[in-house]
């Protein structure tokens, strides 16, 4: 398996100022998978409750996604709910039940211990590292966090930090785990925590890539309608890893296209609820929103 999320599955309770959808289909390992299955071959482990209809992990396999390590256990499948402001930057966790990702003991499938490309999913700091520690020798570790876990894991998270080469954050994520209010010295902060590059993802604002040899900033793609933007963060996630396994190298500018890649799958994610716009845009659709984002930033 070239490339394997850690992550969850769930569902989403979402209320934007336009709409509202009960118990769809989200996670972040989820729409992780579902963007990066454009690029290539991409393995799942996480957790679902027997409440899982057949027909979601149905859809998972349609786009070509491993699912063997997709474990099903007895209860209820992890639940998310979110509120958005009309800014759509602004974002309220109206709940959180782990339900069966509380005591999610992942278990790397034998297939997918070799794969050189790891994405860690949100999820509690302590099941990313003992999903880490199952893999032989991967070549990229990249890691998403959220506020939650610098809140209440930290101290797991800073451990973790030591054993990942990239980060995936939001501005505010940054902020708060850096303790620093300036984007720019925070990001600088969480690099001497241990990964090599950082990504500050800064929703319409668009995202930011630091690392030792690497400097890349790009605005988000200008989507007309935004419907929900949940799962962008994974979906861009999704599109940049995937695209990197893809080429199966991580140089400053295979990094930068990345970069790219993962703006524009968030683009099409932001604009339905759950995997739908994943699901309806293939690879030509994101070849041609990447050439129109590359004909935006150049002069
Ligand atoms: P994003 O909009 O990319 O930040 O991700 C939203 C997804 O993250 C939703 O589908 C949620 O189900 C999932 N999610 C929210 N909170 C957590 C959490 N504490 N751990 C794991 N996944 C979460």
């Known amino acids: 398996m070239s490339l394997t999320v850690i992550g969850s599955l769930a ?11 009960d118990e769809a289909f989200g996670g972040s390992a989820t729409f992780f998978a579902a963007a990066a299955a454009r690029f290539g071959e991409v393995g799942m482990v996480g957790v679902v409750g027997t409440d899982m209809p057949d027909q979601n992990l149905a859809d998972l396999r349609d786009l070509g996604i491993d699912c063997q390590g997709i ?13 958005y402001e009309a800014d759509w930057n602004t974002r309220t966790t109206l709940f959180t039940e782990l339900n069966t990702f509380e005591h999610f003991d992942p278990k790397v499938p034998a297939g997918y211990q070799d794969s050189p490309f790891v ?36 101290d797991d998270l800073v451990g973790l930090l030591k054993k990942i080469d990239g980060l995936v ?27 090599s590059f ?55 500018h295979t990094l930068r296209r990345a970069m790219v890649y993962g703006t524009v799958t968030a683009s099409f994610c932001v604009q339905g609820f759950t995997i739908e716009p994943l699901v309806a845009n ?11 984002m590359i004909s935006f930033i150049t002069l």
């Open 71 to 83: 474990e099903v256990a007895e209860g209820k499948t992890f639940r998310w709910g979110g509120r």
């Open 119 to 154: 994405f860690l999913a949100n999820a509690a700091p302590a099941i990313q590292m003992k999903a880490l520690e199952q893999f032989k020798s991967p070549r990229l570790v990249v890691a998403d966090t959220m506020n939650l876990w610098i809140d209440i894991a930290r």
């Open 169 to 195: 954050l939001n501005d505010e994520e940054a902020r708060m785990l850096s303790g620093e209010n300036h984007l720019l010295t925070a990001a600088r902060k969480v690099l001497d925590m241990g990964p």
């Open 198 to 252: 950082v990504v500050l993802k800064k929703g319409e604002h668009g995202a930011f890539l630091i690392g030792k040899d690497v400097h890349f900033s790009l605005p988000a793609y200008p989507v007309e309608k935004v419907v929900d933007p949940t799962g962008a963060g994974d979906s861009f996630a999704g599109g940049f890893m995937g695209y990197l396994a893809s080429v199966a190298n991580f140089q400053p």
């Open 11 to 21: 569902f989403d309770s979402i209320e934007t100022p336009f709409d509202k959808r």
């Open 282 to 292: 293939d690879r030509a659709a994101i070849e041609s929103r990447y050439n129109e």
